[in-house]
């Protein structure tokens, strides 16, 4: 059996946008942000960095220090989605944030 038996055909797939959505609610103090690795933001430099947003399991890529694309999601339902570098410019969660929301986010990695 593999992961794809077991979707649920009936549920909407996960997309960049649902997952922008939560980081943005991040960004706007609406949601919580927690660590969910050993590391630090600081202390990993460079690698994946795991966040639990309200069981919203987050997977992102620290670029020496630099919030940089999102790897991967798992939403609360089970759903999940992952970075393809084949995909077209803006489907990556981090992508779709402004800005301002970005170096938020980035921020509060940084207090994490």
Not at 38 to 61: C, H, K, N, P, R
Not at 64 to 90: I, K, Q, T, V
């Amino acid at each position: 059996m593999t992961l794809t038996d077991c979707h649920d055909e009936s549920m909407p797939a996960l997309t960049a946008r649902a997952i922008c959505q939560v980081l943005r609610e991040v960004a706007f103090g609406r949601r919580m942000m927690v660590r969910a690795c050993a590391q630090t933001w600081s202390e990993l430099y460079a690698g994946m960095f795991m966040v639990d947003v309200e069981g919203w399991s987050i997977t992102i890529f620290n670029d020496c220090g630099e919030l940089d694309y999102c790897e991967n999601c798992r939403c609360p339902d089970g759903r999940r989605w992952s970075f393809d570098s084949g995909d077209r410019f803006g489907t990556d969660p981090i992508a779709l944030l402004s800005t301002w929301e970005h170096r938020t986010i980035e921020g509060m990695l940084h207090q994490l």
